[in-house]
């Protein structure tokens, strides 16, 4: 579906993109990391033919330089920095879902599930909403229309856990039909949602794996965690992602995305020497964490 065959970049004399080849197609879920600098925005702006480049980019056999529009009509784009724009909420998701030829109520629909009402917001100027609903709007715009390629930079950075996993459960719906590409400068942060990495390093592609596809996008793991003795700082920490404590402060229990597992013991870690156990299953059924702490 998408392929780069031996693609510079150069901005003056600095060569960002070296031969850069690839070949991607529907199904991939592709984590592109790499460090600042690497080359990872500029590939996804000659993707989008935002740049001209030498060697061949191509979508479905379309030149996005040569054919943006038929190109930007297949693909949903999530930016790294939210555009300064102005134009009230209601007013942007009229008019991109005129632009995709989608309708603005399914957009609206992905944003309410996200947690953000935009019937609320719907005056506001999108510049003024917070980084949260901002992220959570582009995301809605990128998934509430049909697409064959999803290509997001950080698009989960600055959500809160809740809002992680409806977005990885909007992501699982998407996967038979569409690539997706994930940007992202931490591959812990990205690497449970893909079952490929490309790392790029100085304009490169210095590695490109398959990985195996284990983690459900859309599970949830049921989680209880106990301490030697409660402390402040663990129980502000642990309260952020919605678990509740038990009177002495010393149990907790809440519920964790599945391919958040990894940035959820990372969190963990900081209190190693406070955790007494951990135990993390399958939930099977949602259940509130009051009734799992009645258990
Ligand atoms: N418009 C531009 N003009 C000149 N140089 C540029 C331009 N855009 C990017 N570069 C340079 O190209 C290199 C690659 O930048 P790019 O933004 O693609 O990296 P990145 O991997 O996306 O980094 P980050 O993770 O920090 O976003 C950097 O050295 C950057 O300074």
């Not at 030498?54 to 056999?61: K, L, P, R, S």
């Not at 920095?81 to 007013?91: C, D, E, F, R």
């Not at 950080?154 to 994930?182: C, Q, T, V």
Request: hydrophobic fraction near 40%.
């Amino acid at each position: 579906m998408i392929q780069f065959q031996n693609v510079i970049k150069r901005f003056r004399r600095h060569e960002v993109l070296k031969g850069v080849n690839l070949t991607i197609d529907r199904g991939h879920r592709v984590a592109l990391v790499g460090s600042n600098g690497a080359g990872k925005t500029t590939l996804i702006r000659c993707l989008l033919g935002e740049y001209t480049c030498e060697g061949v980019v191509a979508v479905d056999n379309l030149v996005p330089r040569e054919h943006r529009r038929e190109v930007l009509s297949k693909v949903g784009f999530v930016p790294q920095l939210p555009p300064p724009l102005k134009m009230p909420v209601g007013q942007l998701i009229k008019f991109a879902a005129s632009v995709c030829d989608s309708n603005p109520q399914r957009m609206a629909d992905v944003a309410t599930r996200l947690g953000l009402d935009t019937e609320r917001f719907k005056n506001q100027p999108f510049v003024k909403l917070s980084g949260g609903q901002k992220q959570k709007l582009l995301i809605a715009i990128a998934l509430g229309r049909d697409s064959e390629l999803l290509v997001m930079d950080e698009p989960a950075a600055n959500l809160d856990p809740e809002a992680r996993h409806i977005f990885f459960g909007l992501l699982a719906e998407k996967k038979n039909e569409a690539a997706m590409i994930i940007s992202s400068h931490r591959l812990d942060e990205v690497a449970s949602l893909v079952n490929r990495v490309i790392e790029m390093d100085q304009g490169q592609v210095v590695l490109d794996d398959r990985v195996a596809d284990l983690v459900e996008l859309s599970s949830r793991l049921g989680c209880c965690v106990r301490l030697i003795r409660s402390e402040a700082p663990f129980a502000k920490a642990i309260g952020e992602w919605g678990f509740k404590g038990s009177d002495d402060g010393k149990e907790w229990r809440g519920y964790v995305a599945g391919p958040d597992r990894l940035r959820f013991l990372g969190v963990l870690s900081r209190y190693a020497a406070l955790l007494s156990s951990i135990d993390m299953s399958e939930a099977e059924e949602l259940r509130s964490p009051e009734a799992a702490l009645n258990d």
